[in-house]
């Protein structure tokens, strides 16, 4: 019996892990691998980290927790959560079942890209999803924002604003783009037909001429219905981009003894912020394995 399993070992499962092996807490972490931003070349906005390829730091971060005896790590998915507080059992896609009295969730989320080709091979390299991580890399040059709902507008006039003076929106079909023109921003609402990975990215339309750009930038959907956090019944909000677990003050959920930080605990998605509310996870987690009833669940939410 760990005191906690942690579900993902990326930004948010491994700082929640270092909070716990500095009170010599027994924790399992399970984790497949595959950190989101893991087809990015760096990682920016990190503080310390800037630029540095997102597996460096992770490897950073495993090497830190290697001193702590009693930290341990499972690389597999952890498929299925049952049992309750101080008595969860978590199912694993190769291995034995293992038992912990409490749960952190940190498995990120699934980023469901559109259904375009070229543009999963361009994802995290010249199709990006934030100014912030990626976007003075890009400064100055012709950007396109390919909308996928209203946030586009936003993303737009972002861009255009602090980061270049030629934007252009590709609408796909989204509307409410009118003031666009006015703001400087170029609206161009044919159908990508493929996306082509050169020096920077090629959109080729159904008709009319190629269009050429540095980078384009696009919000993914995401998805945790066939997660751990989906399976498991943890209280839900409904974010711009999709559902992000409900958590409290010290990243507890609606389920007793079960924490949850990083992606799938917010809906703005940052290596910082999944670093900040990992490290919340971690002390919350530890304060109710030491005082039982001092971190309360949060109340279910009437369906
Ligand atoms: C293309 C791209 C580029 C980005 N660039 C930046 C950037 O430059 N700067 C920045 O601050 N942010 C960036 N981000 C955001 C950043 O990647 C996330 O905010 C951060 O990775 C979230 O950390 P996390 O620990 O919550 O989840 P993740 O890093 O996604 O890690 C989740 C971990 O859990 C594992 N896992 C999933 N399911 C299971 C399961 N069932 N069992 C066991 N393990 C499981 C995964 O394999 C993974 O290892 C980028 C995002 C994308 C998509």
């Not at 010249?126 to 390919?146: I, N, S």
């Not at 409290?248 to 290596?271: E, I, K, R, S």
């Not at 912020?273 to 996870?281: K, P």
């Amino acid at each position: 019996m760990f005191d906690a399993a942690i579900i993902g070992g990326s930004f948010a499962g491994l700082s929640a892990a270092l909070q716990l092996a500095r009170a010599s807490r027994s924790v399992l972490i399970l984790d497949e691998g595959r950190p989101r931003n893991r087809m990015s070349l760096a990682a920016h906005g990190v503080p310390g980290w800037d630029g540095v390829p997102p597996t460096d730091i992770l490897a950073r971060f495993r090497a830190d927790l290697a001193k702590y005896p009693t930290i341990s790590f499972m690389d597999t998915r952890a498929e299925e959560i049952s049992g309750g507080l101080d008595a969860f059992t978590v199912a694993t896609e190769t291995r034995n079942p293992v038992h912990a009295r409490r749960i952190i969730l940190a498995h990120g989320v699934q980023d469901v890209l559109p259904d375009l080709p070229g543009l999963a091979e361009a994802w995290g390299r010249t199709v990006l999803h934030c100014p912030y991580c990626h976007g003075y890399e890009v400064k100055g040059r012709p950007l396109a924002v390919r909308a996928s709902g209203p946030m586009a507008v936003h993303q737009a006039q972002m861009l255009r604003a602090d980061w270049s003076d030629d934007v252009t929106l590709l609408t796909n079909g989204v509307e409410g783009v009118d003031a666009l023109a006015s703001a400087g921003i170029r609206v161009d609402h044919r159908e990508p037909l493929r996306l082509v990975t050169g020096d920077g990215i090629r959109v080729c339309f159904q008709d009319g001429p190629d269009a050429e750009f540095a980078a384009i930038f696009t919000a993914p959907e995401i998805d945790l219905t066939g997660s751990p956090a989906g399976r498991l019944g943890v209280g839900l909000s409904e974010g711009p981009m999709g559902p992000f677990v409900r958590t409290g003050p010290m990243q507890q959920t609606d389920v007793p003894g079960v924490f949850a930080a990083g992606d799938l605990a917010t809906p703005m998605w940052n290596v910082n912020y999944a670093v900040g509310d990992g490290a919340r996870a971690g002390a919350g987690c530890h304060q109710s394995l030491l005082f039982p009833g001092f971190i309360p669940a949060l109340e279910k939410e009437a369906a």
